[in-house]
């Protein structure tokens, strides 16, 4: 067993207070305590079932369900993403602009999942396609970073530096493999094509959302 836990930009520091990121995750954090007050009924009435958005019918849910999260291990991982890569895209950004960005970000990844399973009644939660349109911008933006990751190979566990580019190139590619195996199965779990369509808004979008500051000094002689 192992993995890898990306805990932050060794290459670069933000240079304000990642204001927005901070108040996406109490945000995140808050909704999820109201998820395991209200249990059950809450998850249904504000979580993205494809069928009813597909009819016409509580589309808000597009917007609220990237806010919620089925377990402890889905909000801690999905925080633990966004923070490792939210400052730097907020900071290029600026906070409005990315602000925009992140929700957009999410809402196109949940219409993503929304038309790969239309009649889907299957419940759809969680803020990983916003984190990953996030992840895209980050790739477009700062590939050569490195990012500080925790590497765990059974009991062992080291702390390494892997280049964006191939960190976030890597997890794109397996979610490309298990959308199609998902497809091809027809089955329900993870949102992988939630993923993939957040990803590729966030790599293709990243310089348009830029702030003006920042393409300034990037065309400056």
């Known amino acids: 067993m192992g993995g890898l836990i990306p805990l932050g930009d060794a290459s670069r520091r ?31 009435q504000w979580s993205a079932i494809p069928a009813q958005i597909f009819s016409g019918h509580s589309w808000i849910t597009i917007l609220t369900a990237m806010f919620m999260h089925a377990s402890w291990s889905h909000i801690i991982g999905n925080m633990i993403f966004l923070w490792a890569f939210g400052p730097e895209i907020e900071d290029a950004m600026g906070r409005g602009r990315y602000l925009v960005f992140y929700l957009v970000g999410g809402i196109v990844a949940m219409l ?69 195996q998902v497809a091809q199965a027809q089955t ?27 393409r300034s000094a990037m065309s400056a002689p």
């Open 188 to 214: 329900g779990g993870v949102a992988y094509l939630a993923h993939v369509g957040g990803f590729l808004f966030g790599a293709v979008t990243a310089r348009l959302f830029e702030s003006a500051n920042r």
């Open 112 to 180: 993503a999942q929304v038309a790969a399973s239309p009649h889907s009644n299957i419940p759809n939660l969680g803020a990983s396609g916003a984190i990953a349109a996030v992840m895209g911008a980050f790739l477009v933006t700062y590939p050569r970073d490195r990012i500080r990751s925790i590497l765990l190979i059974f009991v062992f566990v080291k702390i390494t530096f892997i280049p964006a580019a191939l960190l976030i190139g890597f997890w794109f590619l397996t979610q490309l493999f298990n959308a199609g």
């Open 14 to 44: 933000p240079v304000r207070i990642p204001v927005v990121t901070i108040l996406i995750i109490l945000a995140n954090v808050f909704v999820f305590v109201r998820e395991l007050m209200g249990g059950e009924a809450f998850v249904t």
